[in-house]
């Protein structure tokens, strides 16, 4: 058997992820990463649910100083140091509201080399990003926007 993709306009339906990562000292953003994105097992079953109207949506952001490679079946982050309740809206990329964003701006009280950063429904790990490690020092801020394009 095989599967059938469906397409629109000659583009399949598929959503695309990014993850962007500022990190800001005094008011300037020092570094700007911005990637394609790791969406984990767990993270597919929420969203299928979602589709149908169960479960609970994405609502958390997570920051860690792991360093094993994302891979498909992670389920938490390595070593999570940070959390906070992500802002969530729809924003235009080509359509109007054809992009759910969630976002959360940390502030640092202190010295940390921040490698990894998660997106959870709750406890469910959606999304996990490894990137070479951010220090940060105390009043430094790391902005994290993750963005699901359909």
């Not at 993850?19 to 990463?33: M, S």
Request: proline residues 2%; aromatic residues 8%.
């Amino acid at each position: 058997m095989t599967d059938l993709i469906l397409s629109c306009n000659d583009s399949p339906v598929t959503p695309k992820w990014h993850f962007v990562l500022e990190h800001i000292r005094k008011g300037q953003v020092i570094r700007r990463d911005v990637v394609h994105n790791l969406l984990v097992s767990d993270g597919k079953a929420v969203l299928a649910n979602l589709s149908i109207a169960t479960g609970t949506a994405p609502n958390t952001i997570r920051l860690g100083t792991g360093t094993n490679a994302a891979v498909v079946g992670d389920h938490a982050l390595q070593t999570e140091t940070h959390s906070g309740t992500a802002a969530r809206s729809a924003v235009t990329t080509l359509y109007t509201g054809d992009t759910a964003q969630y976002e959360y701006t940390f502030t640092f009280a202190g010295n940390y080399a921040i490698t990894e950063a998660g997106l959870t429904a709750t406890a469910v790990l959606i999304c996990r990003q490894v990137f070479s490690a951010v220090d940060v020092v105390a009043l430094d801020s790391l902005k994290i926007t993750w963005k699901l394009q359909y």
